[in-house]
């Protein structure tokens, strides 16, 4: 077995940064940091510090913890000391403590750790949010963590950026499914002794805890959580795939039970583990959208597209009428655009539109759209313009079984011009076009990401009309599976881009994540990527960089440099 020096510091339970350990006397078990420390949803004078505590015994009983905050990694100038802070057991033993916009210097970089007793927490880094003249801001954009799907090496290599404001998470922080040998990623899982827990798709909270606890055990999440504050949303599988706002496609209430009832547990465990602010008083466990401002800069609004006003997905073998077994593209059509598909509802796009507004009155450059799916009009490839039947059914032969029938049918009906996807902005035209709609309102042509998709996307967003109305980053997997991969040698990136008038650039199967600088004229996005996710060492490389400009008159590109 190799063990490099991440996994060392992992297994002595020190993060990205080394940690004064205490042992504990011989004759008394101890309390122990196993999970790491995180921080999240900063502002300009606080933040909110996260870290779960695994109790010495069963006995339940709370355990008391002090967080402290400093300027230096040595605890030498501390600016805040938080004690008499408690792990419960009706919370995990997870603690959560939200300075709540006091007790921190705006853009300042602080260093923080728990203590219980004896025992010292591994060190976390976090910066708070710039105020005023911010000439620069750096962000991480992650998404698509299936633990048995590949290591984590991508965080990794983004708890090694020289310079790193926060990371945006869009969500797919845990998946649902068992373990059972063609449960998802598992043929990789089992190489790698990935193996989900508990073994079977979570249903229960003590399922989703441990869930949890499994990703948050491992080191290089630990890494990059230590290293800045996330910014997170959830998508469908921190519930359960493709989740909507009244059930989801991996969910049977026939023998899974009340679809409500999971999404509320499966919440409680997200608020438990996730270093995100707790619910604002008066508002469900599933408003978590949100803004943050980063100075005279950019403002970051965070958007939750899953689970409070989604309508169903279709799905093409349910909902292509088939007419003497022809696909009847024009009644498909009228489903698709019915004018009440919607993934925001009225009351998220309008606190949406008055955040983008004040951001663009306060005069900011940047307005950035946090946001789970592919946004891009995005048509299915047509892949019988570029190869022969033969060659076709060749490519097809070579693929695995299991994917053979599914993907012969797509190509057919890829043939007809529909979209890639259903579950993505795709399979809501009409709520797409109000969003553009606030977007033109608020006077605004944001920088939209999206994550979910496990491929990289550079795209170009225009509106019905064709006009102009954002540009897109889409962020591939940490270590889910890209559809690129299921379909090689199929070139499905190239293939997309060449069919689709908004999409720039696609890349479907490299791993990794995109690392956002935004300045006052330029934002420029790096797809960062990782050589592999099977082994360590990797290798870390940039797959390519994308510029936009702006000026008085709006953005300009995206353009590769
Ligand atoms: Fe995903």
Redesign the pocket.
Known sequence: MTIDRRSLLGLIGAGSVAAPAFAAPAHSPAVAFLHGVASGDPDAHSAVFWTRVTPADASGADIEVTLEVARDAGFSDKVLTASGLRARAARDFTVKHDLDGQGLEPGAEYFYRFIAGDVVSPLGQVRTLPEGVTPDVVLGVV??Q?YPGGLFNAYDALSKEPRLDAVVHLG?YIYEYGAAPDDYGLSTGAALSRIPQPPHEILTLEDYRLRHAQYKSDPDLQAAHARAAFICVW?D?EVANDAWSMGAENHSEATEGDYAARKAIALRAYYEWMPIREPRAGLGLDAINRSFEFGDLATLAMVETRLTARNKQLDYATDMPMVDGVPDLVAFNATLNAPDRDLLGDTQRNWLKGVLAASKSAHKPWQVLGNQVVMARVMGPDVTKIASEAQIEGMIGGLPEAVQGGLRQMIQLYKLGVPFGLDSWDGYPAGRERLYAAFKEAGVQPIVLA??S?AYWVNDLKDADGERRAVEFGTS?IS?PSPGDAVAPLPLGPLLSANNDEVVFCDQTAKGYVLLTLTPERAEAKLQTVSTILAKPYVASTLSTWVVTRDADGVTGPTRV
């Open positions: 998404s698509c299936l797919d998508d599988h994550g979910d496990h997997a889910s």
